[in-house]
């Protein structure tokens, strides 16, 4: 992942954003970023070697890690920074296609006309909407994603002992999560940072969408 790129577009975006939607784009770098790039990847690295069962039963071992864990915590998380940073993308290209039409508006028109934007950058119209659709979309895929945590992994919490009973083991197997509690930790830190997220967002989306209707309906 080009880790350079989206730290460029949320930096490109943040100047298009309320308080809050700076207050989210800390939250985004600091607890999910920086705690993915520094110590998710090698809290998780290790999965697989270190996940052992009291069995040699040829197969048993990958077929009850992949029973508990079906899909890579990181990977998942990786998806998730991508999907929630990727709508800001349309606010950028939404004010670079406004900036586009202003310049050839002037070149066709002369500097002295009239523009037709006075902001290009303010958000009103096509940009409100396209503003208020991104941060709905983080919104849903925040609570897809937290969904997905707990559908997928059960709500384990990574007991450090846990009871395997698929085939071809022999019999119901003990398996050992490597360094569970860091990883219980690591979880909980992820998934309050996506609720943290998703009240951002509400807070920030409020006021925009309620002066809206008001104004719509006087």
């Not at 790039?37 to 069995?55: I, L, R, S, Y």
Request: hydrophobic share 45%; aromatic share 16%; glycine share 4%.
């Amino acid at each position: 992942m080009n880790w350079a790129f989206l730290q460029g577009l949320l930096s490109g975006v943040n100047k298009y954003s309320t308080a809050f939607g700076r207050i989210w784009l800390s939250v985004v770098f600091i607890f999910r970023l920086m705690v993915f790039v520094v110590a998710a990847e090698k809290v998780w690295g290790d999965d697989q070697k270190d996940f052992d069962c009291n069995t040699r039963q040829p197969g048993c071992h990958n077929v009850c890690y992949d029973h508990f864990f079906p899909v890579s915590h990181t990977r998942l998380w990786a998806l998730q920074l991508i999907f929630v940073t990727c709508p800001s993308l349309l606010v950028v290209l939404h004010v670079a296609y406004r900036d586009e039409r202003e310049r050839k508006h002037r070149l066709k028109h002369g500097e002295d006309c009239q523009p037709l934007y006075g902001n290009t950058g303010k958000k009103r119209g096509g940009l409100w909407w396209t503003y208020f659709l991104s941060l709905l979309f983080k919104m849903v895929v925040e609570a897809v994603f937290v969904f997905l945590l707990f559908y997928i992994y059960e709500a384990t919490f990574f007991p450090p002992l846990v009871k395997c009973r698929e085939e071809p083991c022999p019999n119901v197997v003990d398996c050992y999560i490597a360094r569970p509690t860091e990883k219980r930790y690591s979880l909980c830190s992820m998934v309050v940072t996506s609720f943290v997220c998703i009240v951002l967002t509400i807070f920030e989306n409020y006021p925009k969408f309620t002066k809206t209707v008001k104004t719509r309906l006087h």
